[in-house]
């Protein structure tokens, strides 16, 4: 079933203005953080205006009102991501910190020296950066998978990167530099062969591929909520309850208690013990709001069209003399990457800006990727629900002025 876009766009107020003056805003830049619909919106600044308490704590009507619209997405986030049950699902600050809680929580105490973290050459930092810090910590060895010129991974140099001392693998189930779709499957499957746990950072997937952890089988899966049209500050660890039960908590405090004196705390029971402290309540509350908008939708409905602007996106920007992209793997949606000789990618996203167009210039928090293929940035395209052919058309109308500003 194809999207009525037209409908949709009128849901995010944000497209209704104008930038530098009269230039209607052109929004493609999903990647870094997607639009909120009116709905989201609507629901922050109710709980703001009207329901206003704290969670898990309070006898008035408040704080019981807050506690059941937080608890209600915890079970939205189950039912869109198939877990077995709302117990798997932690409310984190993003998916940094569900990573962060992983490497910490989870595999610090699990490591020797010499053992093995498997990653990919195309994770964002985010992806990197703990494992990196984990291996420092404990004398592990990260490994990285290649990937090829087309931004796919080279699944038999993965598979050979698999060792007896491979302890956990972690990678991306869709590039948020590149817009590879990756063969987590898989990937899991093998994994799972050796008895090793896998991690899927899912920030990029969530918001334009279905998304099922049980079919998938990993062992735990992290997303951020402003991804997926809702609110900054908020994301989501999924975990398999045999995993999670045996992650440790990394932040102690209010709430994820059971009993405390001054010689010892004992927890709660999942997933409160691994959510320490007041959380962002209004922003749970507005990521529930957004999975609602996205399951009357239909998270098939939104792929079909995110692939097939993706295809019009490479179709319009190939006419383009001199650009070349950065990514062109077989499975990939939503975000197209590309360079232009004639301008640095800085230049080209200052120019863009000045005709209301919104694109992300530089390395994606993917300065390895940036190496791999020899280039400080790119220009980055990336694609939601609300985006047209015709915003595609003013794109590269825009890039061919670029060309003619430069040469």
Known sequence: ????????????????????????????????????????????????????????RGLHALSSQAT????????????????????????????????????????????????EILITHMEHHSNLVPWQMLCEQTGAELKVAPISDDGELILSRFESLVSPRTRFISMVLV????????????????????????????????????????????????????????????????GKTASLEQVEPVLGGGDMILNVTLEK?????????????????????GLGAALEYVRNIGMESIAAH??????????????IEGLRFIGLARQKTAIVSFVLDAAHPHDVGTILDSHGIAVRAGHHCTQ?????????????????LYNTE??????????????????
Do not use: W
């Not at 805003?25 to 989201?40: E, G």
């Not at 390895?368 to 939601?384: D, E, K, N």
């Not at 015709?390 to 040469?407: C, G, P, S, Y």
């Open 265 to 285: 705390s004992t927890y709660q029971d999942l997933p409160y013990r691994l959510e320490a402290g007041t959380p962002p309540i209004a922003s749970v509350i």
């Open 68 to 115: 059941d619209r937080y608890e209600a997405t915890r079970e939205r986030v189950r039912d869109f991501i198939n877990a077995p049950d709302r117990t798997n699902v932690v409310f984190t600050s993003g998916t940094t910190a569900a990573i962060n809680i992983v490497a910490q929580g989870y595999l610090r105490s699990r490591l020797q020296p010499g053992d």
């Open 175 to 238: 590039s948020n530099s590149l817009g590879t779709i990756n063969p987590v499957r898989q990937i899991i499957r093998l994994a799972h062969q050796h008895n090793i746990p896998v991690l899927l950072d899912a920030a990029q997937a969530v918001a334009t591929l279905p998304i099922d952890v049980q079919a998938l089988d990993c062992d735990f899966l992290a997303f951020s909520g402003h991804k997926v049209f809702g609110p900054t500050g908020v994301g989501v660890l999924y």
């Open 1 to 56: 079933m194809s999207l009525d876009v037209k409908t949709l766009r009128a849901d995010f107020p944000a497209l209704d203005q104008k930038v530098h003056g009269d230039k209607p805003l052109i929004y493609l830049d999903s990647a870094a953080t997607a639009l909120k619909p009116r709905c989201v919106i609507e629901a922050v600044n109710q709980y703001y205006r009207q329901e206003t308490g704290n969670v898990h």
């Open 390 to 407: 015709e915003d595609i058309d003013h794109l590269v109308a825009a890039v061919q002025q670029v060309k003619e500003v430069f040469v």
């Open 306 to 319: 995110d692939l097939d602007l993706t295809r019009y996106v490479h179709a319009r920007l190939a006419e």
């Open 368 to 384: 390895q990727v940036m190496q791999r293929y020899g280039i400080p940035a790119t220009t980055r395209v990336s694609l939601s």
